[in-house]
């Protein structure tokens, strides 16, 4: 980034996640300053998948139902 700060943030918190797709889409931070790494547990062991962020501030290639937007984060999403 501009300043040459790294943060790595481990968070379950939706608003967390929702408040950087935000300044994505306002122009405050550029999609690829953010990194989304989601980890799932498998018989095999943990996975991690990248989800992609656009500029517009949405989820691109969605790996798994529990990445996708719900009901509530849309409405959210639409009024803030």
Known sequence: N??????IIETHSEHLV???RKLIREGMLLPEDVSVLYVSREEEGS???????DEKGNFVDCISPKTKPNSKEIINWIEN
């Open 47 to 53: 996975v991690i998948d990248q989800i992609g962020i």
């Open 2 to 7: 501009r300043r040459g700060n790294q943060f």
């Open 18 to 20: 929702l408040r950087l």
